[in-house]
Nanobody, 121 residues
Framework: QVQLVESGGGLVQAGGSLRLSCAAS????????MGWYRQAPGKQRELVAA???????RYSDSVKGRFIISRDNDKHTVYLQMNSLKPEDTAVYYC???????????????WGQGTQVTVSS
């Protein structure tokens, strides 16, 4: 059974940076796409960034140029480097392991418990 544990959230001022980490237990890891989603109060969960098993990435328009997703297959960890943070980035951030090698949602995907990111103005 896959377990995903996020860390790195917290409170930061606008313009600051945070790096989120998601450690995955259970194999495999390298053959799965990974992603970061976020959910703000009263809003639907949305995709922030995703990385395929072979390294191709995808970003939402709202974070493009500010956030960077990366993965370390040896450490079974995916990262989200968040720069130039804005108050509208405030949300609970969730890690997701896609069941396949590409970032296509299926019922077999796995989720972490989430980590809070709060950006003050």
């Amino acid at each position: 059974q896959v377990q995903l544990v996020e860390s790195g959230g917290g409170l930061v001022q606008a313009g600051g940076s945070l790096r989120l980490s998601c450690a995955a237990s259970g194999s495999p890891f390298s053959i799965n796409a990974m992603g970061w989603y976020r959910q703000a109060p009263g809003k639907q969960r949305e995709l922030v960034a995703a990385i395929a098993s072979f390294g191709e990435t995808r970003y939402s328009d709202s974070v493009k140029g500010r956030f960077i997703i990366s993965r370390d297959n040896d450490k079974h960890t995916v990262y989200l480097q968040m720069n130039s943070l804005k108050p509208e980035d405030t949300a609970v951030y969730y890690c997701k392991r896609f069941s396949g090698s590409y970032y296509q949602t299926t019922p077999h995907d796995s989720w972490g418990q989430g980590t809070q990111v709060t950006v003050s103005s």
